[in-house]
Structures are given as C-alpha cells and as structure tokens.
C-alpha cells in the first residue's frame, strides 16, 4: 500500500470533502495534517510553515512516504523547503482546488489590502513551478489560471522567468474532484421524480416549467453573484406555482441581495439556511426540479453535481467550468426553456458525471498519484545510473 503524506490549510467545504472521500474511498494510506478553514490568505503565506511544525510535532516526518500531496492554497514552494532533507526527494503533488487569477474583485480597501491580493496569484505560481506534478479540478480552473497568470506576468517587466507556462503544462493533468456520493444512492434519488415516471409523462412540462422547485445550493458569498439569483426570481414572478430552495453555506455577513430576495420574494422561498445534516441536504436537492447557478467564479460546481446526480435539471450559465459539466442536450435550460424529455436529461447528465461520483473521482487521482511516483523513480534511477 503506497503511503501519502497530505497537507490541507484550508479545511472547509470543498477541501474538506476532498480530503474525507480520499480517505474513505481510496486504496493508499492517505495522512494529512490539516487546518481548519479561516483566512485563506493568511494560510497561503502561513500555512506551510505552521503544517511542517505540526506534522514533526506528530512525528508525520520520520518516515518517508511515497509521495506528497498538496493542495492550492497551501504555499507548495515554502513547504517543500521547510521539508527536512530526507524528505526532499520525495514527488510533490499539487491538487489545484482553485486559483486567485480568476476570483472576482471585491472592493479593495487601501492600498495595503490590494497590494496584498496581487501578491496571491504569484504564489500560485510558484507553487505549480515548485511541484512535480500537478492537477487541476477541471479544465477551466487550468485555462483560467494560467492564461490569469500570463495576465501578470505582463506586468514583471524586470523578471527573465522564462518558459514557465510550457514547464507548467508539461507536467499538468485535470482530474475532477470526488462528489461524496455513490450510485446507488445517487440512482435512488433520481427513481423518485415524478417525470421519471411514464405515466406520469404527459404532465412533466407544467411541472418542470409551471409548479416546480428551484435550488440554489451555493456559498451565500459575493463570487456566487447573489444579485444574479434576485434576477432569477424576478424572472419567475409571473410563474407563483415556482418556488426556491436556497440551502447553502452562509456566513454571518449577508450580501444584500439575499435580503432584498427575501423581502420580495419571501413567500416563494420555502427554504433558507444551511442543512448540515447530509442525507437531509441531500434530500432537499433531491426534492427540487432545478439547481440554479448564477456564479461569477466556480472551478468546479460540486453543489451542482450532487443537484444533477440526486435528479435536478440544469440551469446553469454558458461559462466557467459549467461547460464541462453538461452535456449537449442540458445546455440553455431553465424553467422558461425547459427540455420536451426531461427523464433523457436526467439520464444523460447522470452518466456524464460518473467520473466525479466518490469512488471513481479518487481511482482516477490515485492514479495520477501512482503514475508521478512511478515517473519519479524513473527519473532518479536515471540520474544514479549517469553519476
């Protein structure tokens, strides 16, 4: 069994599923030393430094593992060297969750606060230069991250770096992040709607269209684009059979849109608030007709997977990494175009996002984990063999 030495500074949502369904449904003997999720710029200029002094506290240092595996808003570059020397050898494995060139501004207070925001996106880079391999949660975070850091670049007139892209694609792969489901659980889900019934058929159009259920499963955070939901349901207004789940993280600072949308349109809002309870969250999605996103900024979209494999159709805009979650015949959806055969779309998104179902996501990572050792190997017998 190979044995991985694991660091997360972020642990929170998605990291956190990610790091729990590697665990649980993975064949290597996955170690991590991890944070808790707050301040995710202070972890990327911290975290390294506070995760190599809680794993030598643990003893995680004296054995060498067979690799290491870092995940992106942990400074690769500052951890590797804070590595002890007998450790230094060992393949590091970058799983780039998100990147900071594709984040949405906020408003920036001071000149202090910008300057330090600009300095995020070169730790990513350093951080992709720094591993031996890495990978990315889907291919929009990989375009989007490196054509944002060509962006910067730009602006090092002073730097000679060069070939850095080309060293960074050479050695980049994407691998979808695992959805903490399985899929039996996810096809029981599906069994129960309505329009998967043909008897039923001849209704689907009114439901899906006229009387149904809209989920909103995102972080009640400004890159979700909360103003877009406002004008989501402002669309319906004419349509009071239509009513909205909205059952993602929230925080203890609303953005105003949120309570403009429920001042408006609080009696079609039938749920608010996080369910912390899994089978329960899982359940409201699985009660719902449609998930929704109107995001400005998504790497990958979990809330929507596990929405579309618990049975919802997707309305979802034409950008990020939505494209590559949805099939031909699920693109331009929504309650006011809804689909003449919702039950195909249904059936054809389920299969399409069988990669990301728990046990398939982490097969294909360790994959790529084994293939970086193995190429590691390689390349130190090599250079044994020339000295």
Not at 9 to 24: A, G, I, M, N
Not at 113 to 139: C, G, R, T, W, Y
Not at 215 to 244: I, V, Y
Request: glycine fraction near 4%; charge should be negative.
């Amino acid at each position: 069994m190979k044995s991985i030495l694991a660091f997360e500074p972020y642990d929170s949502l998605s990291h956190e599923t990610f790091r729990r369904c590697v665990c649980r449904d993975g064949s290597f003997q996955w170690n991590w030393v991890h944070l808790p999720g707050h301040g995710y710029k202070w972890r990327m200029r911290l975290g390294a430094h506070e995760m190599i002094q809680m794993a030598d506290h643990m003893d995680m240092l004296n054995k060498v593992p067979d690799a290491i595996v870092v995940t992106s808003l942990c400074n690769t570059a500052e951890l590797r060297g804070c590595l002890p020397p007998h450790l230094r050898t060992v393949p590091v494995i970058l799983y780039m969750h998100e990147n900071q060139c594709a984040y949405p501004d906020r408003e920036m207070v001071g000149e202090l606060q910008e300057k330090f925001d600009a300095h995020m996106p070169l730790v990513n880079l350093s951080s992709l230069l720094a591993a031996d391999m890495v990978i990315f949660n889907s291919d929009w975070n990989r375009r989007s991250c490196l054509d944002g850091l060509e962006q910067w670049m730009a602006h090092a007139r002073q730097s000679k770096l060069g070939h850095w892209r080309e060293s960074i694609e050479n050695k980049s792969h994407v691998a979808w992040p695992p959805v903490d489901l399985d899929e039996a659980q996810a096809r029981s889900f599906r069994n129960r709607r309505e329009f998967m019934d043909p008897e039923k058929s001849v209704l689907h159009n009114l439901i899906i269209s006229d009387h149904c259920r809209i989920a909103w499963p995102h972080r009640w955070e400004h890159d979700k684009n909360p103003p877009g939901l406002l004008e989501a349901m402002e669309q319906l207004e004419e349509r009071p059979g239509c009513t909205w789940s909205i059952p993602g993280p929230q925080f203890s600072r609303q953005p105003e849109s949120f309570i403009e949308a429920h001042e408006r349109f609080g009696h079609r809002i039938d749920h608010s608030g996080f369910i912390s309870d899994r089978l329960a969250y899982l359940d409201e999605l699985a009660s719902c007709h449609w998930v929704i996103s109107t995001a400005r900024q998504e790497f990958f979209g979990i809330a929507v997977c596990e929405a579309m494999l618990a049975g919802c159709l997707p309305w979802l805009p034409e950008r990020l990494s939505y494209t590559e979650l949805l099939t031909e015949k699920a693109r331009k959806l929504s309650p006011l175009n809804p689909p003449s055969d919702p039950s195909e779309i249904v059936r054809l998104q389920a299969e399409h996002l069988k990669p990301a179902l728990s046990m398939n996501a982490v097969n294909r990572i360790e994959s790529l984990v084994s293939e970086a050792i193995e190429m590691h190997s390689e390349a130190w017998q090599t250079t044994r063999s020339h000295a």
